[in-house]
Every structure is written in C-alpha cells, then in structure tokens.
C-alpha cells in the first residue's frame, strides 16, 4: 500500500498545491498566535511578544520552503513552477535565447550530422547472424597491403584450421544481362556456396547454391538475382525460379531469388557493391596460386580474433616450409572484424571529423556560457531579492540551471533539425560511396543523442554561471554590492574567452593541413594529362572471342570507328584506367631475377595510348599493331624502374615479370615518365605497360577529344553494338572523374574541417566582441574619469584594444598546444605536409589575428568616444 499512498501524496502535491499552501499558513499562523499568547501571559505587550517571537523564529518563507521540500512530488511541482518561470524569464530577452539557441543549434546540430553517419558507418553492428564473429582474411604480399589469398591457400586452410569455419570466397565482377533482347549491365558477384549461408540470407524464392553448382574449369549454369532485378526486368513473376536467362552471352538458369531486405555490406577489397543484382556460384580451386580472392569467415566455437590470428600465422609457416618455391615473397595474412574492414578507410578520415564537431559544441558551450554570465551579471539585484525573501541558495542555482537546460532542449531541437540537413549535405559532398550508406539515416537512437547531448551542453554551459550567481545575498544588495559577484564574473569571461579561442585553434589547424594535403595531391606529377579525355569501358564476350587475336581485331575496328567520330582526335584502348579500383600488381627484376626487385602496377595498353594520355616516353618507342598481331614479347616501364635496375639504358634490356608462379621475360622497348595509376598517394609504386596480346583483359577506350562524355556515349553505344561485341558500353566519365574520386576522401575531410573550423572561428569571434563590449560597457565610469584627468580617446581605444588582443595571444598560444597534438592524430591522412608545418601555424595565428582585430574595433571605438560627464552623472 505505501505505493499508492505515496502516489496519492504526490498527486494532491501537484493539483491541490495551493490548498495545502492554505493550510500550512493557518498551522503557522495558530503557532505563531499561541507563541505570542504565552509571552503576554508571561507579561509582556502584545506588540512585544509579536516582536520577540518572530525575532526567535527567524523567516517563516524559509519554514515554508523547508516544509514543501519534504512533501511526496514536490520536486516535479518546483521544476515545473522553475520551468514556467525560465520561460518567462527568456521571453524577457528574445535577443539573448535567439542567439544562445542558433550557437547552440549550430553544435548539437554538427554533432547529430557525425554521429549519425559514425554510428551507421562504423558503430551499428553488420546486420547479418553473431556479426561480431565474422572475419575477413587479407593477405600482404612483400609490403603490398590487401594482395589476397590464393584458392589454395583458402582451400588448405578449411581443412587445417581449427579457430575459423565457414571460409567463403567472394568477389565482385560485371554481368551483362540480356531479357527480352535488351542489354543491361549490373553489379554481380562469385561467391562460393558457403557464402550466402553464412551471412544468414534464406531465399525469397528457389534455393541457395550448393557445392555441385560451383565450377572451377567447367561451365557455371545457374545464378541467383536480386529481389529488384526480379521485379524489374521478370515482373515479380513466382514461374522465373527455373527459367533461363541470358547472362554474359551465356544462357543461365535463375535457381533463387533474395529476399528485398537482404543488405549487402562486404568489404571494398571483395569489389562486391552494395547494388549486386546477380550472384555466380565459384569453386575453389585446391591447385590455384592465383592470388586476389575475397575471403570471409566466422570464428569457430569461442576462439577470439587474437586465437585465429596465432593459428593462421603458425599455417603460414607450415605453406613457407612445405612449398618454398611457392612463398618466396614474404606473405603474411591478417584477420580483421568484418565491421572493421567493411568502414575500410574511411574510418580515419571520419573519427577526425566526429573530433573536430566536439570542438565546434565545445566553442559553442564556452559562447553561451560567457553569454549566460553577462547576463546573469545584470540580474544580480533580482536574485538578492529572491534570498532575501527566503529562497534558498540551491533554490537559486537550480532555477538558474533550469533555464539553461531550457535553453539546450530548444537549441537541441533546432540541432536536430540541422543534423538531419547535415547528413544529407555530408552525403553530397563524398562523391564517392560511403560503406553502408544505405543505412545512413536518423532514428531514435539519434534522437535520444541529440536529448542526450542537449541536457550535457546545458548543464556544461549553465553550471558555472548557476553557481557564481547562486549566492547573491540580501546584505550584499542593502551594502550596495549586488554586482560583486559579476565583479569575478568579468575575470571568468576573460579565461572563457581565451579557452574559446584556443578551443576554435585546433579544428583550424587540422583544415589548413588538410587544404595543404590537398592542394599537394593536385599538383602531384600524375605522368598522365587528364584534360580532354574521355574514357568507357568496352566489353568483349570471350566466350564468343575466345582467340586473343580476335578479340584484338575488334578492339582495332572499334578504335577506327571511334577516330572517325567528328569531334575525336585520337583513340586508344588501355586497362585499367588510372586510380580504377581494379588495379594488378606484379612483381619484377631483372631476367631471371623476378623476386628480387620489387612490385610494379601492370596495365594493358594499345598502340597510341601514351599519345592520348599525354604520357611523355623518355626514350625508346611506343607498342605497335605489329607487336600485337606477331605476339613479340615486350615491355614498356617507367623510369623509376629503369633507373633501379638499368641506370645508364634500359632499352633491350630483359625484364622478368611474375604472376602466380609463371614468370615471363620481356624486353624493354620504351621508357616512359613515372606513371601513378594505383593510388594518388603511392609515389613510390612503379608502372609497367604491356601490349594488349599479353594480358587480354577487359579493356578501356581512351579517347581525345573536346566532346563532353554524355555526347559521345551514344556514339559510343551505337559503335559497339554495331561491332557485335555481345556487350554494351558502360562508364563513359572523363578521366578526370577517376583523378577527382583518388581524391575525394581528402577533399572530403577538408571540406567538412574547414565547414567546423570557419563556426568554431566565427563563434570565437563573436564571444570576444561580446565579452569586450560587455567588459566596455561596464567599465563606462573608470573610462570617463580616464578622460576626465586627460586621457585622450585614442588612448582608451588602445587599451580596450590591447585587452582584446591580449586575450587572443594567449588564447592562440594556447591552442596551438593542442593543436600540434591533434595534427599529430591525423597525420595518417596527410600528403607531402608534416604534421608540425610552420606556414599552416603561421596563416591559422595571422587568421585569428585578423578576427581578433575585427572584433575589438567596435567595442574599443565606441570606449574612445566615451563621453565622461554622461559616463560619471549615469554612475
């Protein structure tokens, strides 16, 4: 029953509060009547009993508060009436809520937007059975990260290991499909029959691959599609599980289709996207060393990451020793969290921005916080009021913690409303695709965030002018020192001015290196003019050109065709283009010594193809259409690896290229100036080029030309198709599409710092002008006896200007502290700048300089116009 009845209390606490205050007054009252009755009965006048007993009982408000603090629900009744009062209290001042609620809206608001995107990208867990034991095995290869395991080595380790089950293989490939005679390429990937079962996927229709549906030499017959795919192109028919349709010119029975909210999350390194439309069933071939494969595993039983990465290195071992042929190069294999590998390298890049967003709540915090003790400066007199009338010190705290709450649940709200803008601008301003985008969104989740970290700005803000203000006393007000506390207060905003500064340093700091990275990376030697060239992806059915030199005469007609277009100067074909996510790598040396040297980017190339990527050949010649067709066995490489190998002259040199376990002798023919084409950031990674007949692969056209690529595309399609290649053209972006994406992660990050790093500035500059003609307001009367004993104005303009630069000196010697260990931080995502880089620190100190300067001229010009007779007669 004592819950009832403290509930019934509680109630008639809230409803019936002035009743209760009724009564409480009648019981005092009697009290007080009976007191004075026994002191006339002891002899005294009425008038001096009434005396000598409100003397002996002190304030009857403060009884009276002392007595509704004890009641059941009383606390819910005062934060209500301190609620009501707050609000009043704010309306008083539209001004200063307005201003305190957009500062604070721009922090929470930025905070919401990282959050948001950090917790999708990174945090959420992967939305797939126990993702937290699913792993995925890389392999690095003499220094190259993410080279990839062989089909051998995956097929030895599911039968040796002990700390992993489950090991699939999966990668991401093309698949042109053809329903109905019209053409579509989609996102496909091959996976082995493990794969889907592993991720917890049951079909919405049809099956699942099984391992007789895989094929390492033979034929693979059977596909399973994408929930769209189905509804788009079959028509959400039940009767196409059993139908055959045709996929890469061959014809495939469609066993199973996915259920719509099957989410595809796999690493990069797999090149599975989030849009697969179709799945291929793969083997695993036990004799392959074939190296590339995507592996995904889960951790057996409760073997930890660390277990299964002991076991793995003690198998890599035993492949060293039991084959030594084969592991010459040094391998090493690593397992990684799939969440981890999933977020992939954005993880860095987007942990710097959720950083860089608490400064941006923190300069927010420390702005209002200064905003709150200038105003709270000015009601010194009304609290003092308050305690003399009995209100009690905590009373006073808590109603001014109340209206600071207040004020960050309305600036959270607003915070809300531009997070959600924020995650949309963030989206925008990444061209490239952030891992699980698809999930990037808000909930409930970040709605309890944003109340979360509304009440903690609130409370950060609203704490330290609630208690400097909390002890205005009634003898204070009757000295005439009701602004002693604002006395200290005015100290206090100075040291909060300083912190903002300092605070607002560091996110400038980390923009300025990120832009110097930036400019850095554009100006990088590519060896390569993008300018003017147009580059689409040219299919070939190898099934229906299974001969090399087939497929070359139809790259040579399609090339021709393409010269002819108006408007085209020059046509080449070469593969992959630079900075495509698909890249090969090879390892090279001298003839005879291919693992001796290093490791090289390999690309495909046709005659011309140097002329149209602008590409300078230092010395020796170009590929011909002879080399082609009579298969001569030739290399071009660039002139680092000329320089490593063959100082004085490279040409008729031998080159000893290897892949897998076959290594091929070549002869230099032309050397050509360094080319990056695998990563931006990788100056040291070496080029070599080969003609087209000794790695036919998919090829790119590169075309010259001052036509805009969706003008040519067309054209394009049209060539093509006319050629009878079985496949259509896709991708046709200007080359400087691929040079902008190797750079996008880096723009990204600069742009977003220097978004936080202008608010974080421009709120730090505002607090100073705000605390500076608060602080020049108040300091009106010492100004006019200044000028009244013969100061001049420009003096009083110096001195108010010297104060605020002052604190700008020392609030920018302290942020560069912590500015210097922030960069330190990112110096991960920096390119040709050093962490500790003078020129940033120098342009990010004359920056707050100039704002400092911005700032003080209003304040400092209206002091120096001080007129001292109005100044001393206001006083």
């Given at each position: 029953?004592?819950?009832?009845?403290?509930v019934?209390?509680?109630?008639?606490t809230?409803?019936?509060?002035?009743?209760l205050?009724r009564?409480?007054?009648?019981?005092?009252?009697?009290?007080?009547?009976?007191?004075i009755?026994?002191?006339?009965a002891?002899?005294?006048?009425?008038?001096e009993?009434?005396r000598?007993?409100?003397?002996?009982e002190?304030?009857?408000?403060?009884i009276k508060?002392?007595?509704r603090?004890?009641r059941?629900?009383?606390?819910?009744?005062?934060?209500?009436?301190?609620?009501?009062?707050?609000?009043?209290?704010?309306?008083?001042?539209?001004?200063?809520a307005?201003?305190?609620c957009?500062?604070?809206?721009?922090?929470?608001?930025?905070?919401?937007?990282?959050?948001?995107?950090?917790?999708?990208?990174l945090?959420r867990?992967?939305?797939?059975?126990a993702p937290?034991?699913?792993?995925?095995?890389?392999?690095?290869?003499q220094?190259?990260?993410?080279?990839?395991?062989?089909?051998?080595?995956?097929?030895d380790?599911?039968?040796?290991s002990?700390?992993?089950?489950?090991?699939?293989?999966?990668n991401?490939v093309?698949?042109?499909?053809?329903?109905?005679?019209e053409?579509?390429?989609v996102?496909?990937?091959?996976?082995?029959?493990?794969?889907?079962?592993?991720?917890g996927?049951?079909?919405?229709l049809g099956?699942?691959?099984?391992?007789?549906?895989g094929?390492?030499?033979?034929?693979?017959?059977r596909?399973?599609i994408?929930?769209?795919?189905?509804?788009?192109r079959?028509?959400?028919?039940?009767?196409?599980?059993?139908?055959?349709?045709?996929?890469?010119?061959?014809?495939?029975?469609?066993?199973?289709?996915l259920?719509?909210?099957?989410?595809?999350?796999?690493?990069?390194?797999t090149?599975?996207?989030?849009?697969?439309?179709?799945?291929?069933?793969?083997?695993?071939?036990?004799?392959?060393?074939a190296?590339?494969?995507?592996?995904?595993?889960?951790?057996?039983?409760h073997?930890?990451?660390?277990?299964?990465?002991r076991?793995?290195?003690?198998?890599a071992?035993?492949?060293?020793?039991e084959?030594?042929?084969v592991?010459?190069?040094?391998?090493?294999?690593?397992?990684?969290?799939?969440?981890?590998?999933v977020?992939?390298?954005?993880?860095?890049?987007?942990?710097?921005?959720?950083?860089?967003?608490?400064?941006?709540?923190?300069?927010?915090?420390?702005?209002?916080a200064?905003?709150?003790?200038?105003?709270?400066?000015?009601?010194?007199r009304e609290?003092?009021?308050?305690?003399?009338?009995?209100?009690?010190?905590?009373?006073?705290?808590?109603?001014?913690?109340?209206?600071?709450?207040?004020?960050?649940?309305?600036?959270?709200g607003?915070?809300?409303?531009?997070?959600?803008?924020?995650?949309?601008?963030?989206?925008?301003l990444?061209?490239?695709?952030?891992p699980?985008?698809?999930?990037?969104g808000?909930?409930?989740?970040?709605?309890?965030?944003?109340?979360?970290?509304?009440?903690?700005?609130?409370?950060?803000?609203?704490?330290?002018?609630?208690f400097?203000?909390?002890g205005?006393?009634?003898?204070?007000?009757?000295a005439g020192r009701?602004?002693?506390?604002?006395?200290?207060?005015?100290?206090?905003?100075?040291?909060?001015v300083?912190?903002e500064?300092?605070?607002?340093?560091?996110?400038?700091?980390a923009?300025?290196?990120m832009?110097?990275?930036?400019?850095?990376?554009?100006?990088?030697?590519?060896?390569?003019?993008?300018?003017?060239v147009?580059?689409?992806?040219?299919?070939?059915?190898?099934?229906?050109?299974?001969?090399?030199?087939?497929?070359?005469?139809?790259?040579?007609?399609?090339?021709?065709?393409?010269?002819?277009?108006p408007?085209?100067?020059?046509?080449?074909?070469?593969?992959?283009p630079?900075?495509?996510?698909?890249?090969?790598?090879?390892?090279?040396?001298?003839?005879?010594?291919?693992?001796?040297?290093?490791r090289?980017?390999?690309?495909?190339v046709?005659?011309?193809?140097?002329s149209?990527?602008?590409?300078?050949?230092?010395?020796?010649?170009?590929?011909?259409?002879?080399?082609i067709?009579?298969?001569?066995?030739?290399?071009?490489?660039d002139?680092?690896?000329?320089?490593?190998?063959?100082?004085r002259?490279?040409?008729?040199?031998?080159l000893?290229?290897?892949?897998?376990q076959?290594v091929?002798?070549?002869?230099?023919?032309?050397?050509?100036?360094?080319?990056?084409?695998?990563?931006?950031?990788?100056?040291?990674?070496?080029t070599l080029?080969?003609?087209?007949?000794?790695?036919?692969?998919?090829?790119?056209?590169?075309?010259?030309?001052?036509?805009?690529?969706?003008?040519?595309?067309?054209?394009l399609?049209?060539?093509?198709?006319e050629?009878?290649?079985g496949?259509?053209?896709?991708?046709?972006?200007?080359?400087?599409?691929?040079?902008?994406?190797?750079?996008?992660?880096?723009?990204?990050?600069?742009?977003?710092?220097?978004?936080?790093?202008?608010?974080?500035?421009?709120?730090?500059?505002?607090?100073?002008?705000?605390?500076?003609t608060?602080l020049?307001?108040?300091r009106?009367?010492e100004?006019?006896?200044?000028?009244?004993?013969?100061?001049?104005?420009?003096?009083?303009?110096?001195?108010?200007a010297?104060?605020?630069?002052?604190?700008?000196?020392?609030?920018?010697?302290?942020?560069?502290?912590?500015?210097?260990?922030a960069?330190?931080?990112?110096?991960?995502?920096?390119?040709?700048?050093?962490?500790?880089?003078?020129?940033?620190?120098?342009?990010?100190a004359?920056?707050?300089?100039?704002?400092?300067?911005?700032?003080?001229?209003?304040p400092?010009?209206?002091?120096?116009?001080?007129?001292?007779?109005?100044?001393?007669?206001?006083?």
């Amino acid at each position: 029953m004592q819950p009832f009845k403290r509930v019934a209390r509680m109630c008639r606490t809230l409803f019936r509060a002035r009743e209760l205050d009724r009564d409480l007054d009648e019981e005092l009252r009697a009290y007080v009547d009976d007191r004075i009755a026994a002191r006339v009965a002891g002899g005294a006048s009425p008038a001096e009993a009434r005396r000598l007993v409100l003397a002996e009982e002190g304030g009857f408000e403060s009884i009276k508060e002392d007595t509704r603090d004890t009641r059941a629900g009383f606390g819910v009744a005062t934060l209500a009436q301190d609620l009501r009062y707050g609000w009043r209290t704010l309306r008083r001042s539209p001004g200063y809520a307005a201003v305190a609620c957009l500062v604070l809206g721009l922090g929470i608001g930025a905070n919401v937007a990282m959050f948001t995107v950090m917790r999708s990208v990174l945090w959420r867990p992967l939305p797939y059975p126990a993702p937290d034991r699913l792993v995925v095995l890389e392999a690095d290869v003499q220094g190259v990260r993410n080279a990839g395991p062989s089909s051998r080595e995956v097929h030895d380790l599911r039968i040796r290991s002990r700390a992993l089950t489950e090991l699939a293989v999966v990668n991401g490939v093309d698949a042109h499909v053809e329903i109905h005679g019209e053409i579509e390429r989609v996102a496909a990937a091959s996976v082995s029959a493990d794969l889907l079962p592993a991720l917890g996927v049951r079909p919405a229709l049809g099956r699942l691959f099984d391992p007789r549906d895989g094929s390492v030499n033979g034929q693979v017959r059977r596909v399973i599609i994408s929930d769209a795919l189905w509804r788009r192109r079959l028509g959400a028919d039940p009767a196409a599980v059993g139908s055959w349709i045709t996929v890469n010119n061959t014809p495939r029975e469609v066993i199973g289709v996915l259920p719509p909210d099957f989410p595809v999350f796999l690493p990069a390194s797999t090149g599975v996207q989030e849009e697969t439309h179709v799945w291929f069933p793969t083997g695993i071939a036990e004799t392959s060393d074939a190296r590339g494969e995507g592996v995904i595993g889960r951790l057996a039983g409760h073997a930890s990451l660390a277990d299964a990465q002991r076991e793995i290195d003690l198998l890599a071992a035993q492949f060293a020793a039991e084959r030594p042929t084969v592991y010459r190069d040094a391998v090493r294999f690593r397992l990684a969290g799939m969440r981890e590998a999933v977020a992939g390298n954005v993880d860095a890049g987007l942990r710097a921005l959720g950083l860089a967003v608490a400064f941006v709540l923190l300069v927010s915090c420390v702005n209002v916080a200064n905003l709150t003790l200038a105003r709270a400066s000015g009601r010194v007199r009304e609290l003092a009021v308050r305690r003399a009338l009995g209100a009690g010190r905590g009373r006073i705290v808590r109603q001014l913690l109340t209206e600071s709450l207040l004020l960050s649940v309305i600036g959270g709200g607003i915070g809300l409303l531009l997070g959600h803008w924020g995650v949309q601008l963030l989206e925008w301003l990444r061209p490239t695709h952030l891992p699980r985008q698809s999930e990037v969104g808000m909930d409930a989740t970040i709605a309890l965030f944003s109340v979360a970290i509304s009440l903690a700005a609130g409370v950060l803000f609203g704490i330290v002018p609630a208690f400097r203000f909390g002890g205005a006393d009634a003898q204070a007000l009757r000295a005439g020192r009701a602004d002693s506390p604002a006395r200290g207060s005015r100290r206090l905003q100075r040291a909060l001015v300083v912190v903002e500064i300092a605070l607002s340093i560091v996110p400038l700091v980390a923009a300025g290196l990120m832009r110097r990275s930036f400019v850095n990376l554009s100006r990088a030697p590519l060896g390569f003019n993008p300018d003017r060239v147009v580059t689409a992806w040219m299919p070939v059915s190898f099934r229906q050109f299974p001969d090399v030199q087939a497929r070359w005469r139809l790259h040579a007609d399609v090339l021709a065709r393409v010269r002819a277009v108006p408007g085209v100067e020059a046509a080449s074909a070469g593969s992959p283009p630079p900075f495509h996510q698909l890249q090969f790598t090879r390892r090279y040396g001298r003839s005879g010594e291919a693992t001796r040297a290093g490791r090289a980017t390999q690309q495909t190339v046709t005659p011309g193809y140097f002329s149209v990527m602008g590409t300078k050949l230092v010395a020796g010649r170009d590929v011909t259409a002879d080399d082609i067709v009579q298969r001569r066995p030739v290399v071009i490489v660039d002139a680092r690896i000329a320089r490593e190998l063959w100082p004085r002259d490279a040409i008729g040199q031998r080159l000893a290229i290897q892949s897998g376990q076959r290594v091929t002798d070549l002869e230099v023919i032309g050397v050509t100036e360094p080319v990056r084409v695998k990563d931006i950031r990788d100056a040291g990674l070496p080029t070599l080029f080969v003609p087209y007949h000794l790695f036919a692969i998919e090829m790119a056209l590169v075309i010259e030309t001052d036509l805009p690529a969706p003008a040519l595309e067309p054209v394009l399609r049209t060539i093509v198709q006319e050629a009878g290649t079985g496949r259509a053209v896709f991708d046709v972006w200007p080359l400087a599409v691929y040079v902008e994406r190797s750079m996008a992660d880096t723009r990204f990050i600069m742009l977003v710092l220097t978004a936080f790093a202008v608010v974080s500035l421009l709120l730090a500059g505002i607090g100073l002008y705000g605390t500076l003609t608060y602080l020049t307001m108040r300091r009106s009367r010492e100004f006019g006896v200044r000028l009244a004993l013969g100061a001049s104005g420009w003096q009083i303009l110096a001195l108010v200007a010297r104060e605020g630069l002052v604190l700008t000196a020392v609030g920018t010697v302290a942020g560069m502290l912590g500015a210097l260990a922030a960069a330190r931080a990112i110096r991960g995502l920096l390119y040709g700048v050093d962490a500790i880089d003078a020129g940033t620190l120098v342009s990010v100190a004359a920056l707050v300089g100039v704002l400092s300067i911005a700032s003080c001229l209003k304040p400092a010009w209206a002091a120096g116009r001080t007129d001292p007779t109005t100044a001393l007669r206001a006083e």
